[in-house]
């Protein structure tokens, strides 16, 4: 059995004691992502525009792990506002329209920064290994 974890720099990562992505054999499993570059938030008061840079750096996590977004088989999406389900919704059909993961998107009251909109995590298989 081959396990292998990435991290991505954050400090929270050590402090809070995980990994941005772990991949055991053909199967890979990406932490929740949101829009903070480090202490920058990026898009702040746009759903689309988080998402989007979330989407850029699980890709970049996948791809460290030998993976791209073809193999995501499943996307979970917390969002601060379900209104929002259409700008997110057009941000994750954008990079996943061919693919069709199984999709989960749900509301919750808050993220863990009070500006972030969405945070996404998602699980990948890689079928030719």
């Known amino acids: 059995m081959m396990k292998q974890k990435i991290g991505s720099g954050t400090t929270w990562e050590d402090s809070v004691g995980y990994s941005r992505a772990i991949r055991i054999d053909n199967r890979i499993e990406v932490a929740g992502t949101t829009a903070m570059d480090g202490e920058q938030l990026i898009g702040k008061g746009d759903a689309y525009k988080q998402t989007k840079f979330i989407f850029e750096k699980i890709e970049t996590a996948l791809n460290q792990l030998g993976a ?38 749900v509301e919750v009251s808050r993220l863990i920064h009070p500006d972030l909109k969405v945070e996404i995590e998602v699980s990948a298989i890689l079928m030719s290994e």
């Open 68 to 105: 791209s977004l073809a193999d995501v088989v499943r996307t979970r999406m917390y969002v601060t506002n379900i209104e929002d389900w259409e700008a997110i919704g057009r941000a994750h059909g954008e990079q996943f329209r061919t693919i069709k993961p199984v999709a989960t998107m």
